[in-house]
């Protein structure tokens, strides 16, 4: 069983466009209000096990889910920038399915979900429900697991939110 590698919030090839030329980037930490530099960007922006659920395999959602989401996209952007213009109906659509994926990737969305089942967790004991609910013995890994799994089944799923944006616009910058 081969092991689950660090999971990023951000795809690292878009990150790459705001990186040095050796591929390292300045990082300022929002957190702990600390500038970082030269730092590479496989160790920024995402965290270990971010996208599993016991019911896919190990790395699904980021093999056949996400690396299909961002070729797609980078290709269009690619025929974007050149053309000045989204011309096929499959680029607008690889557009939207990478916008809605960034707002289920988003680090900030996990973390609520940890906290949202806490505060459900807190509300069930408070009414004296836990037993009645299953909440009994919940531990922060299991929240943090289950989080996970939600997140890896709205990406699976993602064409549900992609329909949601069909009159959204997006913007490309070209890079110098």
Request: charged content about 30%.
């Amino acid at each position: 069983m081969s092991n689950v590698k660090y999971q990023h919030f951000l795809a690292r090839h878009h990150m790459s466009w705001f990186a040095n030329a050796d591929g390292t980037s300045s990082f300022w930490s929002l957190t702990d209000g600390v500038l970082q530099e030269d730092v590479n960007l496989t160790e920024i922006g995402g965290q270990n096990n971010l996208y599993e659920s016991p019911e896919l395999d190990r790395n699904f959602v980021e093999k056949q889910v996400l690396n299909k989401i961002e070729t797609d996209f980078f290709d269009a952007r690619s025929r974007a920038m050149v053309d000045r213009a989204v011309r096929k109906s499959d680029d607008r659509q690889a557009v939207r399915r990478y916008v809605a994926a960034q707002f289920i990737r988003e680090g900030y969305l996990h973390k609520r979900l940890v906290n949202l089942e806490h505060d459900l967790l807190s509300l069930a004991k408070e009414m004296g429900l836990e037993r009645h609910w299953g909440a009994e013995g919940v531990s922060a890994e299991g929240r943090r697991k289950r989080a996970s799994a939600t997140m890896a089944k709205s990406l699976v799923e993602l064409d549900d939110l992609v329909r949601m944006l069909k009159h959204h616009v997006v913007i490309f910058v070209q890079r110098p």
